[in-house]
């Protein structure tokens, strides 16, 4: 049997120094890792469980903008009224995220850090080929099951798709990771898989998220999260959308749109294009719709998942849309 | 002799017959309810015994080929581990009989695959002193194989056209001639997938030996099937098997038979001398026994301009598994449904590298009807009629195949009823014709069929010192309600309250019951309870009328009335006594009666022969009538343009079980059979790596099945009749009618909204983006 010590943190420096031993590794809700560590991916040799730490939960909204703290549930965040009324699309975007028992256990860090549900990633006794768990093993994704896999952000060495709903809309406002007393944009925290698939996050050994901070804006006051699947609840998106808009006084000339896609991508993927396309354009359904189309400039796809290149311009024109009739 | 009056006995009437809730037809709730909800309910996994061992299963990575070594060294030397079993450490077994008790080739048995003909077969298994311990150790034995190419599917190029199975063959008239007469032809493809009975809990299993006796608790849908196979397996007297299954959580057809799984953890048990605990892992059940198999139909109907269908010519294919056999039974619905004077409907099977399939609700007439009850939804376009309209034109007023009449068929009635209900007379005819914003709507019907299954049961019923009942069988309730029916079964025939009955289940020391399949448990099981109840009822009033010591010994009486637990004698003119003080006066501490539906001059050999094999189920056309259970279902769905999602808004469903025993389990059966065929119309589907011949989304977040926010509020609306011909007390099959249908009428609806005729399963979202 496969033994791993259990340190239960004490303090936040406690938890980053333990952590920073190898082979060790922070345990927050567990959500995610101890369904790895079932599967075989994840083989701790310790876990430091750092929900027991004091003051890592706070939610904090100012004039400012939001600081959540690493260790806050997805639920209480989801639910959390200047959240809701300041940053709708990070309240929707979450209460759409798995289901309500997971959002009860499952902390913003953890979330952040949740790992892709390529299928042959999770499935290590079967498929030996994986280049984001073992690099240099090759991919046994390409050629085979690719309907969940990215068409955006992809390499020749992994097509995994970045699941999180969360930081789909943290990077369309621009928000930052902070990593103690180091602040990393959530745009930069997420690598691209390049040729080394299997360093995801710009985190070094021996940092930990203690928060993440959301500026406020007009665009985000006004947004929207909007997450298309098969299933109405408790399924990753086919293509979702976090989108942001502010008008003109004229309430029809965009001023700022803020775009990002999630489902598609194999990091959460703000699409500039589109809001450069639209910015000084007045909201019009065939514009928007146009503009939509380069949400998914680049696209490459491995055959099962072409269907989401069609479906990411529309889940992003509709949002866009709604905003607009939202008045 | 004595005649007794009955407390109910007149209430022989359908749901609507007002009968109170403790009686056979009330809507009293499960009453291993609180159990369950309590946690008090001990499945047959949770047993705690003395000296458990663990045992993990090791898989093959591969589709096809031969296991050339296996390396145990590193998994012995892991902590806590007891025994690697391999197929050359593990005990021999003997090869059982199948489910028809055909004699088994006199050859051994190894639960472990030395061959392997598809990924995920159980190749070694690791025994340990805990859990963790086993399956830590089953990662490090290393397995080498020898390669060869697989037939992954029914489309690949090795997979060639299959078996003709024969007796699969139905034809009458000139199909073909007919067909090319026909003024309107119509002719397509209709495919379903793998699919996955999915239960809450997975399969698993204690074994235990005393000496030669094997006791197993294990989640089981048929005690005395599977007690016989043990028994056969490691060749000891039937009765020296003892299967304990008293809840079982859900089954859906996967958990009638002795599976591999269970051969290897009583071996263990066997070779260890101790209990052994196996239970699969999520991704165990999707390879450790069959889902439901994946099925091609073609469907061609010649019609005359008016919709009035002239020939039916049908060809069916399932996938089966290399050295298996499995025959989805593709043209059941296909030759029963409509009136036609020319048919034709064959059959293949067609080998490939999986796991045999195996039955999963309504086997055979749910493929079957997605595929007729789609086909006469395009021939209603084609001939522009409405699709309810051409239902009624076609409709068979007899058994179209064996030339019988029907028993009860209500499905005119439940057309009616379906379509006032739901309004479908409110529907504009065109597709893409309904719309919210960017929702198209779309209205579809279709009907279901599920053949009433008939076999013998037995069971004691005994009336305690203290008044109350107890009634024993080794039937099962995987849910569907069984032990709250022979509640109200016993209840009512005695003349006590519910309440004071105790029903005792799941244990193959009880009389005996057949395999809780094809729906038929209820109706066999009440009829048993019944006979049983009135034999001890009998006894009962025998007692009150002839013993001396008894009040009502004086009265003279040829007959008396118990209810609510109290005799008295018919005109309320003499003692009102409760059945616990005329046992008292009596000196009786019980009264035991045994019933059993088995015909009177049944052999010993034929009573094994019907409790542990289906051999002796009777046809459903067995004598003079066609027995089957109907339905129509009435869909709404909308589907939104711009992203291809299908939600299924409104279910109006009516149906024709005959009498309903419980309309409130009946009720709830019936939404969760709907609840299923909305997974399988637009969400489940085994997804297979071609290349490995591996299902990859074998777990339960990416095998998906509805949730609650898939579900809208579902109507269902009986409009049964007692059909004696079916059952004793006039029911029909409940448990696998309403998934019938429901995936061809959310397809049909899917067209009407869209004008896209999706013609394989499921109805996902880039099929009609
Ligand atoms: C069935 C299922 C469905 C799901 N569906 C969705 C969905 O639809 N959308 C969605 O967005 N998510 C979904 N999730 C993912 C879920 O949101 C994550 O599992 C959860 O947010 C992880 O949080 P946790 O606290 O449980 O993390 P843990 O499992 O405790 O940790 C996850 C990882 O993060 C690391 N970690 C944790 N905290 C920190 C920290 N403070 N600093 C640095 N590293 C840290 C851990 O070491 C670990 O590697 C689903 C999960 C499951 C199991
Ligand atoms: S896509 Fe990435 S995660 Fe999936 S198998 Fe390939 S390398 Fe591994």
Redo the contacts with the bound molecule.
């Keep these: 049997m496969r033994d791993f010590s259990y340190l239960r943190a004490t303090s936040p420096d406690a938890a980053r120094q333990a952590a920073a031993l190898p082979g060790a590794?922070?345990?927050?809700?567990?959500?995610?890792?101890?369904?790895l560590a079932k599967c075989g991916v994840?083989e701790p040799d310790a876990l430091v469980d750092?929900t027991h730490l004091k003051g890592l939960d706070a939610i904090e909204v100012t004039e400012r903008g939001a600081t959540i703290g690493?260790?806050a549930r997805?639920g209480h965040v989801a639910d959390h009224a200047d959240i809701k009324s300041q940053f709708p699309a990070v309240s929707e975007?979450l209460w759409?995220?798995?289901?309500a028992q997971?959002?009860n256990?499952?902390?913003i860090?953890?979330?952040l850090?949740?790992r892709t549900r390529c299928p042959y990633f999770r499935d290590p006794s079967n498929f030996s080929a994986c280049n984001k768990r073992q690099p240099g093993s090759g991919c046994s994704a390409i050629g085979g099951v690719t309907r969940g896999h990215a068409v955006l952000g992809t390499s020749q060495a992994c097509i995994a798709m970045y699941?999180?709903?969360?930081a789909t809309a943290l990077v369309a406002f621009d928000a930052t990771v902070h990593l103690g007393d180091r602040r990393v944009p959530v745009d930069e925290f997420f690598l691209l898989p390049g040729t080394t698939p299997d360093k995801e996050h710009a985190?070094e050994p021996g940092?930990?998220?203690?928060a993440i901070e959301i500026p406020s804006s007009i665009a985000a006051r006004r947004s929207t999260y909007l997450k298309v699947r098969d299933r109405q609840s408790?399924?990753?998106?086919a293509a979702s959308a976090a989108v942001g808009l502010e008008l003109e006084a004229d309430g029809r000339t965009i001023r700022t749109l803020r775009v990002a896609l999630g489902g598609v991508a194999t990091k959460p993927w703000r699409a500039h294009a589109v809001e450069a396309a639209l910015k000084g354009k007045a909201l019009e359904p065939e514009a928007v719709r146009a503009a939509s189309l380069l949400a998914v400039e680049g696209a490459v796809d491995h055959g099962a998942n072409h269907y989401k290149i069609e479906l990411a311009p529309r889940v992003v024109a509709r949002a866009i849309l709604k905003l607009g009739e939202a008045a | 002799m004595t005649v007794h009056a009955r407390h109910g006995s007149t209430r022989h009437g359908d749901a609507s017959d007002g009968a109170s809730m403790e009686a056979v037809g009330g809507r009293l709730s499960r009453v291993d309810g609180p159990a369950k909800i309590t946690g008090a309910a001990r499945y047959a996994v949770e047993q705690q015994l003395e000296g458990l061992a663990y045992a993990a299963l090791v898989e093959s990575t591969i589709a096809s080929g031969k296991v050339r070594a296996i390396d145990t060294t590193r998994a012995e030397a892991a902590p806590g581990v007891l025994k690697v079993l391999t197929p050359d450490t593990i005990i021999s077994l003997r090869t059982a009989s199948d489910w028809f008790g055909t004699p088994p080739p006199d050859k051994p048995y190894c639960p472990l695959a030395r061959d392997i003909t598809f990924s995920g077969q159980h190749v070694a298994a690791v025994i340990a002193e805990t859990f963790e311990q086993a399956v830590a150790a089953a990662a490090l034995v290393e397995v080498g194989y020898d390669e060869t190419p697989a037939i992954v599917d029914l489309s690949d190029g090795k997979a060639g056209d299959g078996i003709p199975i024969d007796a699969m063959t139905k034809e009458w008239g000139d199909a073909a001639a007919a067909f090319a007469a026909a003024p309107v032809r119509i002719c397509a493809a209709y495919n379903t997938p793998r699919e996955y009975q999915a239960p809450m809990e997975p399969h698993g299993l204690i074994a235990r030996w005393e000496g030669d006796h094997l006791t197993v608790w294990e989640p089981s849908q048929w005690l005395d099937g599977m007690a016989r196979t043990y028994a056969e397996w490691f060749e000891v007297p039937f009765e020296n098997v003892r299967l304990i299954s008293p809840y079982i959580g859900g089954g859906f057809g996967s958990k009638a038979l002795a599976l591999s799984h269970g051969a290897v953890a009583a071996s263990a048990a066997k070779m260890l001398g101790r209990p052994v605990r196996l239970v699969m892992t999520r991704p165990q059940t999707f390879t450790g026994y069959g889902g439901r198999a994946a099925t091609r139909q073609t469907v061609t109907i010649g019609a005359g301009h008016d919709g009035v269908i002239q020939s039916i010519v049908h060809r069916g294919v399932n996938e089966t598994s290399i050295d298996g056999m499995w025959v989805e039974p593709l043209g059941s619905v296909t030759s029963i449904m409509y009136a036609t004077p020319n048919f034709s409907s064959k059959q293949n099977v067609v080998r490939v590298n999986s796991v045999v399939p195996g039955a999963m609700r309504a086997p055979g007439e749910n493929p079957s009807a997605f595929g007729i009850e789609s086909a006469i939804d395009e021939l209603a376009y084609e001939v522009g009629i409405d699709p309810l309209e051409i239902r009624l034109r076609n409709y068979a007023e007899q058994d179209p195949h064996a030339k019988k009449a029907w028993s009860t068929r209500q499905l005119r009635e439940a057309f009616a009823t379906g379509a006032e209900r739901f309004g479908w007379a409110r529907r504009s005819p065109e597709p893409r014709s309904m719309r919210d914003g960017n929702h198209l709507i779309g209205w579809g019907v279709a009907a279901g069929t599920y053949p009433v299954r008939r076999a013998y049961g037995e069971a004691v019923v005994r009336i305690l010192a203290d008044g109350s009942v107890e009634v024993e069988s080794s039937s099962i309730d995987m849910g569907q309600g069984t032990y709250t029916i022979l509640a109200q079964t016993a209840a009512e025939t005695v003349g006590v309250s519910a309440e004071d009955v105790v029903v005792k289940l799941g244990d193959s020391r009880f009389p005996r019951a057949g395999v809780t399949g094809g729906s038929r448990l209820a109706g066999v099981m009440t009829g048993a309870v019944h006979k049983a109840a009135t034999s001890a009822l009998d006894q009962l009033v025998g007692l009150a009328i002839s013993d001396p010591r008894s009040p009502f010994n004086t009265l003279q009486a040829n007959t008396l009335t118990v209810a609510n637990g109290r005799i008295t004698a018919p005109r309320g003119d003499g003692p009102d006594v409760s059945i616990a003080e005329l046992l008292r006066r009596v000196g009786r501490d019980q009264i035991e009666a045994t019933g059993d539906t088995m015909p009177a001059n049944s052999s010993a050999e034929d009573r094994y022969r019907n409790y542990t094999t289906i051999a002796m189920s009777l046809p459903h056309t067995e004598g003079d009538y066609s027995r089957h259970s109907w339905c129509a279902h009435f869909v709404e769905v909308r589907v939104d343009e711009d992203f291809g999602t299908v939600r299924v808004s409104r279910v109006v469903s009516a149906l024709d079980s005959g009498r309903l025993y419980n309309p409130k389990l009946a009720e709830s059966q019936w939404k969760g059979g709907i609840i299923m065929g909305i997974g399988q119309a637009l969400l489940e589907e085994g997804i297979l790596d071609r290349r490995h011949g591996r299902i990859v989304n074998n777990n339960l977040?990416d095998y998906l099945v509805p949730t609650n926010a898939d579900i809208p509020d579902i109507e269902t609306i009986s409009v049964g009749i007692p059909d004696l011909h079916s059952s004793v007390l006039g029911g029909k099959g409940v448990g696998e009618l309403a998934i019938v249908g429901i995936a061809p009428a959310i397809a049909n609806a899917v067209f009407h909204a869209t004008g896209k005729r999706v013609r394989d399963l499921p109805i996902t979202l880039e099929k009609l983006i």
């Design positions: 590794m922070l345990l927050a809700g567990g959500t995610t890792l101890i369904d994840a750092i690493a260790l997805m975007a759409q995220a798995a289901s997971i959002r256990m499952a902390t860090g953890g979330n850090m949740q699941p999180g709903d969360l985190i940092e930990m998220i203690t408790y399924e990753f998106a | 977040a």
